[in-house]
Structure formats: C-alpha cells, structure tokens
C-alpha cells in the first residue's frame, strides 16, 4: 500500500462519508502515546490518524517526528495516516510535507477570510504535487490555546464563506467552527448543528470536528449523523498520560524504570483511544462497511 499518498486518506474520508462513520484523530506528544493509539487502532482493526501539533513539532522537530510517522505507518497492518494538525505557518506544513507527512492542516481561521484563502493556497499547491493532503478550518475552535475571544455567534463558520473557500483552495477537508473547543468544556458543549447541516448540504470535501474531548458521546454520534467524517482528539490523550503516569510514579517510586511506568501509562491511553474508536465508527451503518473491509472489532 501507498502508505505516503494523501490519496489513502481522501479514501478513508470518502469510505467514512458513505458509512456513515467517521475517522478518529489523536494528538501524540512522543512515543508512548503515539504507540498507544496506534496499538488501540491495530487491536480494533480500525483506520485512525495519529497527529502533532506546532508544539511537539517544535520541541522534537519535524524530520524526526516525519521518520518515526513513516515507519509507524508502514509496519501498520491496517490504514493509519500522520498528520499536522494545527500548523499557523505555511512553512511549517512545508516542512512536514518535506519530511513524509501525508497530510497537514494549515489553521489560518484566526485571519480574515482572504489571508485564509490565500494560505491554504499556497500550502494546497506545495501538498498536491507531492500527493499530500490538506485540511483548512474556517470559523473559529473556541479554547485557550488558539483563539480565545469571542463576541456572540462569532465563532460561527458561515456557509457562504466556507463554500467560497473550498471553491477557491481545491482544499481536501474542511474544519469548521460549530461550537466546539479545545481542552474540557466548562458547561455542556453548545453545538450548532443547524449550521453543520447547512455546511453538510453545501460543502462536498469531508468535514472535521475538533475539540472531541468533553463533548457527550450523543452529540458526536449526532454530528456524524450529520455529515462529520473526522473527529479530533488531543485533550483527553494528553490529560489521561499525565494522570496515569503521575499515579504510576507515585505508587511505584521514582527508582522504577521508566519503562515499567509507560508501558502502564500506554495502557490506559489505549484504553481512551479505543473508547473513542468506537464511539466515531461502532455505529450501525458503519458496522457493516467495517465488515465489508473486513474491519472488526476484537473487543465489544
Ligand atoms: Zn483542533
């Protein structure tokens, strides 16, 4: 299989639209969350993304991050994609598309409507020629660590906007601000869905929800329901590895090698991972075209 194609992803996407299921994707920080969700995929045979944002990118770089992504992806038995997600620069996605990445995100939705426009172009024509994929986001992601402050409905993505950047871009998927944050929620998440079926109807590339961690498990379901075919998670991996581990460390002391404590620590992350595995793809229609890849699920 070509594993390096961002053709593989528009696939899964596409499967994912017609199932009526969608494609998990999980923020890693090193290697012991990334193991753990690419294990949790292994043992439900299900397709997943495995993804860094600016920060790890920063702190580990992207050639390292693009070899190990790479060699993840070829020993995988089943479909697995790496990804950016999140990149603020156009060089930034250069960089990871130079080093393997089938698909990056530029998140430019924080700019007026033209900046946006014109960075997804120009990450667009540097990804299409190598064959990788290019997620844009419009509207805003509501949370601490991107965009904090709104007036009213502003973090609303509009229709017309949306469809005029998809038109102008040739991008392969689209976030799309509907209430959604970062990080846990303070309250019940507000999502619009009255909005994410208007995109639905109007927009033809697959369609992402970020800020997965904390949204009730019916909601999701609805927004996939609905027309969302990739679903994010980051919070949750991170917020589960650092309990677990501090837990660990505590209980086992600081003498204890460290791998005695992340193979621990992977564990329960594989355990979050799955949960989410099932509740993005688990659901009726998606079941049976899981069957007919001969996806299925080791556990119930
Ligand atoms: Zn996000």
Known sequence: MDIYNGNILRKLLKDADQGGYAVPMFNYTDLWDQMAVIEA????????????????????????????????????????????????????????????YPSVMIDASDKNLETN??????????????????????????????????????????????LRLVQETG????????????????GKPEINFKRLKEMKEAITVPLVLHGGTGIPE???????????NKVNIGTQIRYTY?????????E??????TIDIMTEAKEEIKKVAKAWI?????????????KGQEIQYAES
């Open 41 to 100: 995929a292994m043992e439900l045979h299900a397709p997943i993304m495995f993804a860094s944002i600016p920060k790890t990118v920063n702190a580990i770089s992207p050639e390292v991050l693009g070899a190990v992504g790479t060699v993840q992806m070829k020993k995988a038995a089943s479909p697995i994609i790496h990804h950016l997600d999140h990149a603020k620069s156009v060089e930034l996605c250069i960089a990871a598309i130079d080093n393997g």
């Open 252 to 257: 086992k002391g600081p003498v204890t090698h």
């Open 278 to 290: 099932r509740i993005c793809m688990a659901d009726g229609k998606a079941e049976a075209d899981l």
């Open 117 to 162: 426009i014109a960075m997804i172009k120009n990450v667009v024509e540097y990804a299409h020629t190598r064959g990788v994929f290019v997620e844009g986001e419009i509207g805003r992601i509501k949370g601490r660590d991107y965009e904090a402050t709104y007036d009213g409905d502003d973090f609303l993505a509009r229709v017309d906007d949306a």
């Open 242 to 250: 650092m309990q677990s581990a501090c837990r660990l460390i505590q």
């Open 218 to 228: 019916e909601d999701v379901k609805k927004a996939i329901r609905l027309g969302i």
């Open 171 to 186: 991008v392969d998927s689209l976030a799309i601000g509907i209430g959604t944050a970062h990080g846990f929620y303070d």
